[in-house]
């Protein structure tokens, strides 16, 4: 992607120009590409062609990447909401209004979906039933960083709980084989959340940061310090 919102494939024979900047990375499926831009809409592109298959206005310049999952993508947008869309037209299924502009990334665990605010909260959405036996823990969430989840969002989402945050949260949740949820908020406090959305621990001591924590196979959680320099 090029910063004014033009898509250039190495190898293709095609570019698209959409509006806006383009400051995250697309989601990406077997036919289509997912964007959003800083002129406030969701785009559908077809990857074999360029063309633009279909718009969406969510209310907000989209900062964050779109995660797909099943038939719907999830969207954080900065006019606070957090938007479900029909992957094969756009239309706006669900909304959401937080209490502040949406910067993370979704993070999508089986049947639930996590995303932080400005306002300084972090939201867990339920698609379904109870379980989150099973995750989606890379950033990018799967081993081609597509932005394609390997569950199927089976429901609209609605909110099972929300947690105080301390602060912002600009960065995307990263999520534990167990369901554990990690993210840092703006002033650098690491926090663990369990899947019933109770706070398990946190520590304080990692200094500001814009990284999203990192979860190694044995369970160690990484992360750097903007300012501290570790």
Request: hydrophobic share 35%.
């Amino acid at each position: 992607w090029t910063r004014k919102g033009r898509y250039l494939p190495s190898g293709s024979m095609w570019e698209a120009t959409l509006g806006g900047h383009l400051p995250n990375s697309p989601a990406i499926t077997e036919k289509h590409l997912f964007v959003g831009s800083t002129d406030s809409k969701v785009y559908a592109i077809d990857k074999a062609n360029g063309k633009v298959l279909w718009k969406q206005d969510v209310g907000g310049q989209v900062r964050s990447s779109i995660a797909a999952s099943g038939s719907m993508l999830f969207v954080g947008s900065m006019d606070g909401g957090f938007y479900a869309l029909d992957r094969d037209t756009g239309k706006i299924l669900y909304t959401y209004a937080t209490g502040g502009m949406i910067w993370s990334s979704p993070a999508i665990a089986e049947n639930m979906i996590f995303t932080g605010s400005e306002e300084g909260r972090v939201y867990a959405f339920g698609t379904g039933g109870a379980s989150v036996a099973r995750v989606w823990p890379m950033f990018r969430h799967d081993p081609r960083h597509s932005g394609v989840s390997q569950f199927e969002a089976s429901h609209l989402p609605r909110v099972r709980w929300s947690l105080d945050a301390g602060d912002w949260v600009h960065n995307s949740v990263s999520l534990a084989d167990d369901g554990t949820a990690y993210f840092i908020n703006f002033t650098g406090v690491l926090k663990a959340v369990a899947p019933d959305g109770k706070m398990k621990w946190q520590d304080a001591s990692i200094g500001d940061t814009h990284a999203s924590p990192t979860i190694a196979s044995d369970g160690t959680v990484y992360v750097t310090g903007r300012t501290s320099g570790n």
